[in-house]
Structure formats: C-alpha cells, structure tokens
C-alpha cells in the first residue's frame, strides 16, 4: 500500500522525517511517495491545486495533505474516499477537494476516534499527531468509518478557484501560483487562448499592474531565444508565462493570485 504526502513545511526542519517516522512505526510495511514539501506556506490553494494535477499519476492509494494554516482552530480534520477507491486525509479548508472530485466523493469522516491518533494530540502539529496516524492505519485496511462520525461531502468547505474572463479578443487570467523556477501558472487552458486567437507562433501582449509587455505563445522553452517572455501550455494542460533561462515572476515583479490581460499583439 503506498501514501502519498503533500504538505508546506518545507525540508529544513523536521516536521516531515517525524511524519515519516510516526506512519512507519503503525505501518513499516507501506511506502510513502513524498509528492512535494515546497507549498509555500500556508498556501492552501496552491496545495489543492498541486494535488490535483498530480494525483492521476499516483498509485491508488491513500493520500495525505497537510497545508493547515487553521490548525488548532474549529476546522476539521478529515478522511475521504473517492469513486476510485482513493482516500484522503487533511484538514477541511479545501485542500482535499479538487483532487478527491475528479472521481467524485463516496463518503467522507470526521477523525474524530483516539484509538486512531497518537495519545497526546499537540495544538498545533496535527500532521503528526492526528493525520500521519490515521493515514498509517488507513493504509493498513482500517475501514474508513472506524476513524470517526460520517460527514455530509456536501457541507465540507471548499475553495474559491477563480476563473478566467474570456472577450472576442481578450482573457484575463488570475495567477494560481508560482514555481520554483519563477514560472507564473495561469487559470487558462490551451482552449481557452484558442478561443481569442492565440496560437503558437502567435505574438502575445501580456498587462498587469498597468505595465505592458510582449511574449510570444511557444511549444517549448526551445521555441525561445534566452531572455523572450513565453506563453506555453505546461505539463499538467494549463497556460503559463515564463522566461526562457530566467524567472519570469520576478522579472515581471508577479504575485499569486494577481491578474494579468492576455490577447494577440496588433
């Protein structure tokens, strides 16, 4: 059985080798795939985005996330199951969702059982104490409703994804995030820069924050001389900007969640 783990904690500290070591002292048998520890801090959408996009290429199996910027406070900590026999353990603020509604959600619980966290239960490390035991024990057979009360999935929270504004000639997009090598993702999908014209090869003018600047929409970094701003579809079928050898959120001075007007150059 494996467990995947997501989380915003980073790799300097030790918060994630103690998870590690809490899910395989219940369960040495399991292998953990560490998806990534680089959310920014307490990034919840960008962790329920992540999340998302990766889990197709995940064994089934069971799924924990931890971006918990409420830990301690009244929300939830959860498990899910999906139509596809995943399930998922996290907090209830939404960064579950995404990933679990692409099979749709079958049933979900409340952890609410002791015999299935650890003896003392910290206020504010519930990744260790609450979540970390009960994906072990999930990922062992436990049944799903042993760990605590059912929940309506229709009243668990979720998230506001913003979604682009599409005109004849024009989007305006919202940046969902920003990689590790400075690439701005967009809320734009390849059909929808189709739809205003925009193909590769195509001249691009991109505006935010009242600047203009051009880019041109590519197939790969490879299309671009060193230096151009580039439009490209990425990995996971979303548009995004970037800067061929360079970073494009600090050239262009981009925050999450900033939006930016994309049409074709005249």
Known sequence: MFITFLTDFGLK?????????????????????DITHGIPPQAVLQGALVLASTIGYMPVGVHLAVVDPGVGGPRRPLALQDAGDRIYVGPDN????????????VTAHELANPEYALG????TFHARDLFAPAAAHLARGVPLAELGPPLDPEALVTLDVPVPE?????????????????????????????????????????????????????????DARPGDVILYEDSYGNMSVAISRGNAARMLHVVPGQRIRIAPAT
């Open 120 to 123: 003392s239960i910290s206020r």
């Open 166 to 222: 599409l005109a004849e000639s024009a989007a305006v997009a919202t940046v969902l995030y920003i990689d590790s090598f400075g690439n701005i993702a967009l809320n734009l999908t390849r059909g929808d820069v189709e739809r205003i014209a925009i193909a590769p090869g195509t001249r691009v003018e991109l505006e935010l924050a009242g600047e203009g600047y051009y880019a041109v929409m590519a197939r790969t970094f490879a």
């Open 94 to 105: 939404g960064l579950l969702l995404p990933a679990a509604n692409r099979a749709g959600i």
């Open 13 to 33: 500290d030790d918060f994630v080798g103690t998870c590690h070591g809490v899910m395989k002292r219940i369960a040495p048998e399991i292998e953990i795939i």
